[in-house]
């Protein structure tokens, strides 16, 4: 059984850590954690401090680590987060364990779609057994694809055996955004539930939730969603990132550019920087094949 069953011990933990609670994660009592769910529990644990920040503190307490797959698996992801070219060697634990291992598969997805090979990471995923995580990373793949018709397809897939579990619940709220209309709603639903309760809220988790109320036109309320997310991390990437987005709407000229200063500094090459540079290089571009003529009035 998947040790992330939402039937199972490891369920709180588990939607912390994909609510983006990761401190959270880390900070909580798995004391009463049976034996058997030891190592998925360091992963999450892993996977957390990564998420933090803390790859290169992960990667060095895993160097030793070659007969765990799970293990060397996180290590090869920590290692790929401080900027190390594992890519050969993720591809040899993929030949040796990808076909049973959840954690290979999950990690060799992810970093096969960071450098550009998206049917590679399709491909391993595909061979999970009832992996609601892997089905969560194949939904975000096919998002990243501009291809929502295949994600909705891998949720309604999942939702047949899996029910009403949260991630079914986060993919089909992650294809709504995309869809629109009454889906907004039914998003905004499942983010808010996830963003206003003690053990899932995050900035992340927040973020997620002002998306969708900034989708259905409630700017009121992103905007409080927002600051509770800036409450918790002044300098969350996507908390700025979508403060821009809000003021922008908003007209406050003042504040987007003091914002655009600030995620900078967090994260000079973060998507809503880099658009927005690549579409004011094509506007200048344009704009200097006209030459403006004005014609003075009699």
Known sequence: ?????????????????????????????????????????????????????????VASSLTKETTTPDLVAIRLLAEYETGKDVLADVKKLVEKQGQENLTVQLVAGIIFERVGETEEALSVLSKHEGSLDAVALTVQIHLQQNRADLALKEAQRARKWAQDSLLVNLAESWVGLRE???????????????????????????????????????????????????????????????????????????????????????DSEHQVLTDWAEKKQAFDQAKAKYTPKFEVAA
């Open 180 to 266: 629109g209309g009454e889906k907004y709603q039914s998003a905004f639903y499942v983010f808010e539930e996830l963003a206003q309760t003690s053990q899932s809220q995050s900035p992340h988790s927040l973020v997620a939730q002002a998306v969708s109320e900034l989708h259905l036109g409630r700017l009121p309320e992103a905007e409080a969603a927002l600051q509770q997310a800036v409450q918790l991390d002044a300098n969350n990437a996507d908390t700025l990132a979508n403060l821009i987005v809000l003021n922008t709407i908003l007209g406050k000229k003042d504040e987007v550019t003091r914002l655009k200063e600030q995620l900078a500094g967090v």
């Open 1 to 57: 059984m998947d040790p992330y069953s939402h039937e199972g011990e490891l369920l709180n933990i588990h939607t912390a850590f994909h609510a983006g609670a990761h401190q959270q994660v880390l900070d909580f009592d798995t004391s009463g954690f049976s034996s058997a769910n030891a190592l998925p529990v360091r992963v999450l644990q892993l996977r957390s401090q990564i998420a933090l920040g803390q790859a290169k503190e």
